[in-house]
């Protein structure tokens, strides 16, 4: 086989190999880019998250009585949850929520008090279309990917399909995503080429990818040689003389 003629042959598999890796690349980096992230993030579907203590915050529950009755606590937070005040304990297990006036523990809470701290984190105004307790981590949804269960999900009725997901144990909103978040995922999955948790920027199957491109611009520069290589003139025109 000749080497120019292999030359060819190489980069031509080799560029459609890499050529459609690279569309890839190029389609999902310009969604990634055109799209703002913000908005990806969902901020604006969400208000609330710093919800201000009320002003007067006399009488709430001594914090020495919570640390005696959970000694494992590392962190006490006080939060206002609805307008209400509450302690999140943060433990070396699970956290525990707390009525900050009362000192009664509020967690775990069930899926009406999930509902109305949802619409009291959502920014939007449709109503609410599904809630379910997640916490078999067998089933739990990609777009959840590490992090932990259980969580309360909560759907909302809207154009771009929006969750929340909501700690039983803390009241806090963990995660929320859309349509055009769980777009950007599958995109991002297909960008870093990790199909598996699509969090993994540094696996095989990109570096197998970037040796592919690799040799693509090396076939590329072995054609070049050809390509610019002086031919020899044709039998028929050798020892021409023009007039």
Same mark, same amino acid.
């Given at each position: 086989?000749?080497?120019?003629? $292999?030359?060819?042959? =190489?980069?031509?598999?080799?560029?459609?190999?890499?050529?459609?890796?690279?569309?890839?690349?190029?389609?999902?980096?310009?969604?990634?880019?055109?799209?703002?992230?913000?908005?990806?993030?969902?901020?604006? $579907? @969400?208000? &609330?998250?710093?919800?201000?203590?009320?002003?007067?915050?006399?009488?709430?529950?001594?914090?020495? =009585?919570? %640390?005696?009755?959970?000694?494992?606590?590392?962190?006490?937070?006080?939060?206002?949850?609805?307008?209400?005040?509450?302690?999140?304990?943060?433990?070396? =297990?699970?956290? @525990?929520?707390?009525?900050?006036?009362?000192?009664?523990?509020?967690?775990?809470?069930?899926?009406?008090?999930? #509902?109305?701290?949802?619409?009291?984190?959502?920014?939007?105004? !449709?109503?609410?279309?599904?809630?379910?307790?997640? =916490?078999?981590?067998?089933?739990?949804?990609?777009? $959840?990917?590490?992090?932990?269960?259980?969580?309360?999900? @909560?759907?909302?009725?809207?154009?771009?399909?929006? #969750?929340?997901?909501?700690?039983?144990?803390?009241?806090?909103?963990?995660?929320?995503?859309? !349509?055009?978040?769980?777009?950007?995922?599958?995109?991002?999955? $297909?960008?870093?080429?990790?199909?598996?948790?699509?969090?993994?920027? &540094? &696996?095989?199957?990109?570096? @197998?990818?970037? %040796?592919?491109?690799?040799?693509? !611009?090396?076939?590329?520069?072995?054609?070049?040689?050809?390509?610019?290589?002086?031919?020899?003139?044709?039998?028929?025109?050798?020892?021409?003389?023009?007039?």
């Amino acid at each position: 086989m000749k080497p120019a003629f $292999l030359a060819r042959k =190489s980069h031509k598999w080799i560029a459609l190999l890499a050529g459609v890796q690279g569309a890839v690349w190029m389609l999902s980096g310009a969604y990634m880019v055109v799209v703002d992230l913000d908005f990806i993030h969902g901020d604006s $579907l @969400v208000r &609330n998250l710093a919800e201000p203590l009320p002003e007067n915050l006399g009488g709430l529950y001594p914090i020495s =009585s919570v %640390l005696q009755r959970f000694p494992d606590s590392y962190a006490i937070q006080a939060v206002s949850q609805r307008n209400t005040p509450r302690y999140i304990v943060q433990r070396n =297990s699970s956290p @525990v929520l707390l009525d900050a006036q009362s000192g009664a523990v509020l967690s775990p809470i069930d899926s009406e008090e999930a #509902t109305l701290l949802a619409q009291h984190y959502y920014s939007g105004s !449709a109503g609410v279309e599904q809630v379910k307790r997640l =916490s078999d981590e067998e089933t739990k949804p990609i777009e $959840l990917q590490t992090t932990g269960l259980p969580l309360w999900q @909560v759907t909302f009725d809207d154009r771009i399909n929006t #969750t929340f997901y909501i700690s039983p144990n803390s009241g806090e909103l963990v995660v929320r995503r859309h !349509a055009f978040w769980r777009i950007f995922d599958f995109l991002w999955m $297909l960008h870093i080429m990790d199909y598996d948790d699509r969090s993994q920027v &540094n &696996n095989n199957l990109l570096r @197998v990818a970037a %040796l592919v491109g690799t040799g693509m !611009a090396v076939s590329g520069i072995w054609l070049l040689f050809f390509a610019f290589r002086s031919r020899p003139a044709p039998p028929g025109n050798r020892g021409a003389v023009s007039t």
